[in-house]
């Protein structure tokens, strides 16, 4: 069973920048693509951004394309989550996830880190 646990949430100024982490309890985690996926107050969760098993090709939402950076190191187990210009609509529950098969299917989820932006 793979673990996935996330840090590195926070209150942030608009225009600030947070960096998340999510680290995996063991090497299995580079068969998977990871994701991020957020959720704010009474809206869906949104896919925002996903790195391929190699670290190869990545996507980013239209929402926070230019503005957030996702990477990830398979020989430590982390992947990790620039976010940069940080906006008020970007507060929310991050989620990292992991899927053998792209989105929309998850097959792991950590327990989220809450990223706030306001003055």
């Known amino acids: 069973q793979l673990q996935l646990v996330e840090s590195g949430g926070g209150l942030v100024q608009p225009g600030g920048s947070l960096r998340l982490s999510c680290t995996a309890s063991d090497f299995t985690v580079s068969w998977y693509i990871l994701a991020w996926v957020r959720q704010a107050p009474g809206k869906e969760r949104e896919a925002i951004s996903c790195i391929s098993s190699s670290g190869g090709s990545t996507y980013y939402a239209d929402s926070v394309k230019g503005r957030f950076t996702i990477s990830r190191d398979n020989a430590k187990n982390t992947m990790n989550l620039q976010m940069d210009s940080l906006k008020p609509e970007d507060t929310a529950v991050y989620y990292c996830?992991?899927?053998?098969?792209?989105?929309?299917?998850?097959?792991?989820w950590g327990q989220g880190t809450q990223v706030t932006v306001s003055s």
């Open positions: 996830a992991a899927s053998r098969t792209g989105h929309p299917k998850y097959d792991y």
